[in-house]
């Protein structure tokens, strides 16, 4: 077997661009863009000991697995409904109305508008999760190339790393958000629970943001465990989740697991919270490779981000989790300081490989 890493990606996330969004009611480009990852494909390329690889076609049912069929629907048609209507396709589309609990309070509301583009509202929770022409086609591949990533891994690689846009781990099952449009690392332990053969699978999340939509899609799941390491919301997005107190109810209690963490925290305090996330990991006992959701928007000159870690210290993230001796699942989520990223992950990736 080859020594380079094997590394799924797909150009169909070229067409995903042109982003805007609302950031505190000004509109402005969005963070998320397709140079993340042209950004990292190139460092990955300069290094050398990766070998590029497109994704299979997986189809719908392992989306429909974890995310509920009418918001796949109206995330499916929104875009094209929009033109229809006459929207202006030089600029990306967000609902005007959001269907928050308290408008249906005491309510029985049983029925929805006609249009896409207007029922996209029941299923959005925030203005930076815009959509264009590309869009649809983008998540879709972005959930083959994560796929892809565990066969990888399944077949026999012990790492492999799927460069996922756009990201996912704010995608809820029945809710978009946070530049994500379905969740790739939740598709991915329920596929591997599904498709694998697998009885119980780990999820550790080290991106900046907690990860709202995979916490809550394994919240009642024994099955599944969801560790995240992130700022803490009180001052970060998404602010509405991802405190110490979440952790899990039923089947789940005690499975779901959040380290909110200070601004400007740097390696060595963020090293005592990853130890005790592999601690855990090790007494859950998955019989499954590790799925990681791994975001670089921890890092210290990150645009929207303010914790400290630096270039050198992803390194030694990578060999902490290397010591679980678990195969890896590497999915990416966010980094926004794009001249920092390609680095940054190869940082990461010689750490998982224990180098």
Known sequence: MSDLVPVIRSDAHLAHAGLTELASGVEIPCFESPERILAIEAALEADGGFAFQPPAEHGRAPILAVHDAAMVDVFEHAWTDALAAGADTSRAYFPDVFLIGAYQEGMALNAMPAGARHRLGAYLFDTATPIVGGTWDAALAAVDVAITTAERVVAGAPLAYGLCRPPGHHAARGMLGGYCYFNNAAIVAEWLLREGGKRKVAILDIDYHHGNGTQQIFWERGDVLYLSLHADPARAYPYFSGYATERGAGDGEALN?????????????????????????????????????????TFERDPIGDLALRTEDYREIGRMIAGLGMPVIALQEGGYAVDALGANAVRLLTGLRGA
């Open 257 to 297: 697991r959040n380290w909110p963490l200070p601004a400007r925290t740097g390696l060595d305090a963020y090293a005592v919270a990853l130890a005790e996330a592999l601690r855990m990991i090790v007494a859950f006992a998955p019989d499954a490779p590790l799925v990681l959701s791994a975001g670089f928007d």
